[in-house]
């Protein structure tokens, strides 16, 4: 499909999501006085409209990457779903924030960087430490607080590092990573490597003003970073719409003279084409772009959450838009799965988390002398 | 042995540190075109240009964090304030990122970066804009905290930060930019952190001062033995963090009474950090309590009279000692 054929109809996927969201705050107000943003049918219109998009661009991938694709969904969601289980029996410890319904937004950007390629991210961001090439034992080892952790068990949920792979955090206070992000870009560019930056955040950071002192430098340096706000419409419990002025993240960027693009969060193949295009602005002529990739996720903000704010119809319906059947259906209407294949997918994925939690049960607990180990270098 | 002011020992550090290091940058508020808001960059940028040397919108939050993912991506940036009172709205930068960094990724990252510029009053700039702020930063494991009083130690502990591995918060003091002194003219002069010095020596009494005190000490310190016939010892700590207590404690072991003359508030104020140390290591050789004299408990004042009164001086310096010293 030619650039602009994309540009406009993801344009046209915004209109309809905000149409939706505008509508339905006066139609279907209930009961707890939570606002319902999803009308079952334009969903249903919408997964059409996906569907469609989907069996296009799969025609222009390698058939391996889409299945290597799948099974890093399908891994994540596994991974997720076995934390909060042993999360509920005290296997880990402290903030504990799932990715669950995400999983398109951290596959569908990092699979389509180079290796030497860099990402840093806030405190969702175990599934993401692993697209990035964090061998899932070390990211649960991490969560178990073990000495085979990714960081020895120093940082936990929110902290995955690994300089190596060019994951650079796992970073807890909301809005602090953009302007590091910023910054991995600005080294980016002095040192003339040809690298970008993904910088991922959610749509609760754009109101802290280092979104909007990072989006200003970027523009005015020329960095190439690619900022991806992962709209998941909740910051914690308070939603986009009762905590932003101006709902379009997007058109932010416009303030500063910076590309950006809605993207459909559901979609990875949406996602990684809008990644694609940022990616080649940054690399070719060193220049930021601003993806609003609007999602939402199935589990709370973290496992404490009671999740009282939204209402389990809001959830159900946002889960039948879940990403992963979706591009499991492409895939098998496209004919580049089969069931069996993805029963092998689901099977390996499982091995996977199996060998995570077991490298995490048996690595041992960090040694006392850590505690004073890395302060300084 | 050049005579130069610190404004200029200053210059010198980072200019022979840019040369030496093509990592080395320099970005902050009116550092390039404008030659710096206290000239301490003047020159830099007609001899380096942009890459180098780079001014910054007025965003203080945002380049510091340009700077922190910039050192963790393998620079060293230098990142000036135009006053420290202007980093408080960088500290989580400094505090929340580059301080934890090197732990937080279990060793992976290191974060080679110096904030740096002028710290605590200048003159009658009033409450928002003469705060000194090294107790605040010397409180979080991770940050180094440096406060040169003299030229050479300016020239020689700037460029140790700048080639140390961790992030190094240095204070500057803007009443000092123009004090002039001796400073070696090698090219590879440096002073390491974490090593204090000892300004004057003396049998009597040990003063320890830092940045501006620190003349003050040694004025008070000239009087007294001229008018008493007391030896005071003036210990210039330098590096607040890590600190050189062994030579605090080394001259309270020997004088046995101890002033502190810090700048900052007096609460919880590196002042305390240090009685409370010298209390832990040298409590049976003290003669007198423990002396601390600080900044007036209130915001900075604008009128002169009363920022006068709000800071140390040679008077209650001679006053304290006469103090502990039972004169």
């Known amino acids: ?377 | 042995m050049a005579i130069l002011t610190i404004r200029d020992a200053l210059n010198q550090a980072l200019r022979e540190e840019i040369i030496r290091d093509e990592n080395v940058f320099i970005m902050g508020e009116e550092v390039a075109e404008y030659d710096g808001a206290y000239k301490v960059t003047r020159g830099l940028w007609k001899e380096f240009g942009d890459k180098r040397v780079v001014d910054t919108p007025i965003t203080e939050l945002g380049f510091a964090a340009v700077g922190v993912g910039a050192a963790m991506a393998g620079l060293r940036p230098v990142i000036e304030f135009m006053t420290f009172n202007f980093s408080i709205l960088a500290s989580d930068q400094i505090i929340n990122h580059a301080a934890k960094m090197r732990y937080m990724s279990g060793g992976q990252f290191k974060v080679p970066i110096v904030f740096r510029g002028p710290n605590g009053s200048a003159y009658q700039v009033s409450s928002q804009h003469s705060q000194a702020l090294e107790a605040f930063y010397a409180n979080f494991p991770g940050l180094k905290v440096v406060m040169p009083s003299t030229p050479a130690d300016a020239k020689g502990l700037l460029k140790s930060a700048i080639r140390d591995d961790n992030p190094v918060v240095f204070l500057e003091q803007e009443r000092m930019y123009g004090i002039k002194g001796e400073v070696p003219e090698d090219d590879d002069f440096t002073i390491p952190l974490g090593l204090a010095d000892v300004k004057r020596e003396g049998t009597d009494c040990t003063i320890v001062a830092r940045s501006m005190t620190v003349p003050l000490a040694m004025q008070a310190a000239e009087i007294i033995q001229t008018d008493f016939d007391v030896s005071i010892e003036v210990v210039d700590p330098r590096t607040i963090k890590p600190l050189d207590i062994d030579t605090i404690v080394k001259s309270v072991k020997k004088t046995n009474r101890l002033i502190v003359v810090e700048e900052s508030h007096a609460f919880a104020s590196v002042g305390a950090e240090i009685s409370h140390q010298v209390m832990e290591q040298a409590f049976d050789y003290l003669d007198a309590p423990v002396k601390r004299i600080s900044c007036a408990e209130a915001p900075m004042p604008y009128a002169k009279n009363l920022e006068e009164m709000a800071l140390p001086d040679v008077p209650k310096i001679i006053q304290a000692i006469k103090e502990v010293c039972y004169l």
């Open chain 1, 1 to 377: 499909m030619p650039k602009t054929a994309t540009r406009q109809k993801t344009e046209t996927n915004e209109n309809s999501t905000n149409g939706a969201a505008a509508k339905t705050v006066s139609n279907t107000k209930n009961n707890s006085g939570v606002t319902d943003k999803v009308n079952r049918k334009e969903a249903q219109t919408e997964n059409v409209s996906r569907k469609k998009h989907q069996t296009d661009s799969i025609k222009r991938i390698e058939p391996k990457l889409l299945k290597e694709m799948l099974y890093q969904m399908v891994l994540g969601r596994y991974f997720e779903q076995k934390c909060a289980e042993v999360y509920r029996i005290g296997k880990i410890g402290g903030f504990c924030h799932l990715y669950i319904g995400q999983e398109a937004v951290g596959i569908g950007t990092i699979m389509a960087l180079r290796e030497d390629d860099l990402v840093i991210s806030a405190y969702r961001e175990h599934v993401q430490a692993i697209v990035k090439g964090i061998p899932p034992e070390e990211v649960m080892a991490e969560l178990y607080g073990r000495a085979g952790g990714i960081v020895g068990g120093k940082g936990g949920s929110m902290h995955m590092f690994d300089a190596a792979r060019g994951f650079y955090g796992g970073h807890g206070i909301v809005g602090g990573q953009i302007g590091v992000g910023t910054g991995m870009a600005y080294a980016q560019k002095y040192k003339g490597t040809e690298g970008v930056t993904l910088c991922f955040f959610g749509e609760a950071a754009v109101n802290q003003g280092m979104f909007h002192e990072s989006l200003n430098m970027a523009a005015l340096w020329k960095l190439p970073v690619i900022f991806i706000c992962e709209n998941n419409q909740y910051g914690m419990g308070t939603s986009q719409t009762r905590a932003m002025s101006i709902s379009s993240v997007a058109k932010k960027a416009e303030a500063y003279g910076i590309a950006n693009e809605f993207v459909d969060g559901m979609d990875v193949l949406a996602v990684r084409e809008a990644t694609e295009r940022a990616i080649e602005r940054a690399r070719r002529d060193s220049l930021p772009t601003l993806l609003e990739i609007r999602c939402y996720r199935f589990m709370g903000h973290s496992m404490s959450d009671p999740g009282k704010y939204r209402t389990s119809d809001e959830i159900k319906k946002y889960q039948e838009r879940d990403p992963i059947v979706l591009f499991r259906s492409s895939l098998t209407d496209a004919k580049i799965i089969s069931d069996k294949d993805y029963e092998e997918i689901e099977n390996r994925a499982k091995d996977a988390v199996e060998k995570a939690l077991k490298f995490a049960d048996e690595s041992p607990l960090p040694d006392e002398k850590e505690l004073f180990t890395d302060v300084y270098a």
